[in-house]
């Protein structure tokens, strides 16, 4: 979990702004420890203790090897002898003298015509008129609704959204379901609970409610989630006084 710097709220692994408050999170890394999440600027592991400035100055510094300098010897027997001096610089100490007729048969081919290879036309594949592959369409989520059972009131669930937030108003998250006109909603938190729609799944988790929140009379421990199913029942604060059933939505 990634503990929000603003308002305190754990966000799940890989989230990049508060689901509370949409502050931007700290980006992390894996302790090399014990693989816990830490800030990049950390200096130690909050988990282990783990001093990350004594990792980073362990790390070998790996140099490039020397470079070997070879000395050039002379060649055997060639030692006290006088340089060679060329009277012309181009010329092959090894050139072995040719015939004049070998020189003028090889003048001969140095001056007959260059033949040009043969132009080959580069095929081109045809193209096809064929339609392109239709990319097939994301799965969308179907209608569902909240039926409040103390006012037998249906509350639909915004499908365009990813994160709807459960709660009462207040200064950090305006809730997309306001529970405050309900009988005893004083049960219920500002910010409670949200609901997730990932494809066509919905899922309900608690964000640190007072007091807790309640799928089939049984308690939804803060950071676990559950996947909601048509009929579950959702208790938002003790004693079932503010209670909703997911349903899907009318056609």
Known sequence: MI??????????EGATNCEACYTALP???????????????ATFCGQCGYSL???????????????IAI???????SIGLPPTILTNPEADLFAIPL???????IAEESLA????????????????SSAPTPVPAQPQPAPHQLLHLQSNTPIEIPPHLQVIHL????????????????????VVSRVHANIRIEGENYYIEDVGSANGTYINHNVLAKGNRHLLRSG???GLGKGDLVTFIFQDAPV
């Open 99 to 105: 015939a004049p007729a070998e020189s003028a048969a």
């Open 113 to 128: 015509p260059i033949q040009e290879p043969p132009q080959v036309e580069a095929q081109v594949p045809p193209i096809s």
């Open 71 to 77: 000395e050039a010897t002379p060649a055997a027997g």
């Open 3 to 12: 503990v929000c710097p603003n308002c305190k709220h754990d966000n799940p």
């Open 167 to 186: 709660g009462k108003p207040n200064d950090l998250v305006a809730p997309d379901i306001d529970v405050s006109s309900f009988p005893c909603a004083e």
């Open 232 to 234: 579950d029942r959702i």
């Open 27 to 41: 980006a992390t890394k894996a302790c090399p420890n014990c693989g816990a999440s830490i800030q990049l600027d």
């Open 53 to 67: 400035k004594s990792a980073a100055a362990q790390d070998p510094i790996l140099l490039p090897p020397p470079a």
